[in-house]
């Protein structure tokens, strides 16, 4: 399986360097860029993979393009940063960096940390994959099979979430049946993981 990897760098001699370091991997796609601004320009059009930002670039800089794509699962941004510098890359892991690369640095780190992004990058798709399906179907449900979910998720019985809507009993059993069937489920607990993996009913915090 091909893997691509986004080398975002104006120091060309850095650029060449990762790429040397890199290219013994097999099967991965390796695209350089001098800024990010021109890195940003191409994100819409790019494939999934694992984004190596210097901190410090002219225009747009490292932290400047992460918090552009850092909700954007198809990157795995890292970020690179001189020494001294761990400061900074703490701020950049806030909003979002999976790790950061001190320069000078060892090839066996780079690797290391390079190929745990493209395994969180894995995770995060698969996770992506299973909101959309969730979504997809709870988009299904009409309005009123919506509420009957939330009442079921709540606990309330048939009677009561008839009370609440006032609808009959047996009407409530209808739109169960048919919430059941559009979800493709045969038990409460599984409308109740697609429910939650929608987003449909946020998560109590603390």
């Given at each position: 399986m091909t893997r691509t990897i986004y080398i975002v760098d104006d120091d060309d001699a850095v650029r060449a360097s990762l790429h040397g370091l890199l290219s013994v991997q097999p099967d991965l796609v390796i695209r350089g860029f001098r800024t990010g601004d021109a890195f940003l320009e191409e994100v819409p059009e790019?494939?999934?993979?694992?984004?190596?930002?210097?901190?410090?670039m002219p225009g747009s800089s490292g932290l400047?393009?992460?918090k552009k794509i850092g909700e954007d699962v198809r990157f795995a941004p890292?970020?690179?940063?001189?020494?001294?510098?761990?400061?900074?890359?703490?701020?950049?892991?806030?909003e979002g960096a999976l790790d950061f690369i001190e320069k000078p640095y060892e090839a066996e780190e780079l690797l290391s940390i390079v190929d745990a992004a493209f395994s969180r990058l894995d995770q995060d798709s698969v996770e992506a994959s299973r909101v959309q399906s969730a979504q997809a179907k709870i988009d299904k449900l009409s309005p009123r099979e919506t509420d009957v979910l939330k009442g079921l998720i709540e606990g309330r019985s048939n009677?009561?979430?008839?009370y609440d809507l006032d609808i009959s009993p047996r009407t409530v059993e209808i739109y169960r049946a048919n919430l059941m069937e559009k979800l493709e489920v045969r038990s409460l607990s599984e409308a109740l993981r697609i429910a939650f993996a929608a987003g449909?009913?946020?998560k109590e915090t603390s």
């Open positions: 790019l494939d999934p993979g694992v984004a190596l930002l210097d901190f410090h400047d393009v992460l890292v970020i690179l940063t001189g020494q001294g510098n761990v400061t900074l890359a703490v701020e950049a892991m806030k009677k009561i979430i008839a449909l009913f946020p």
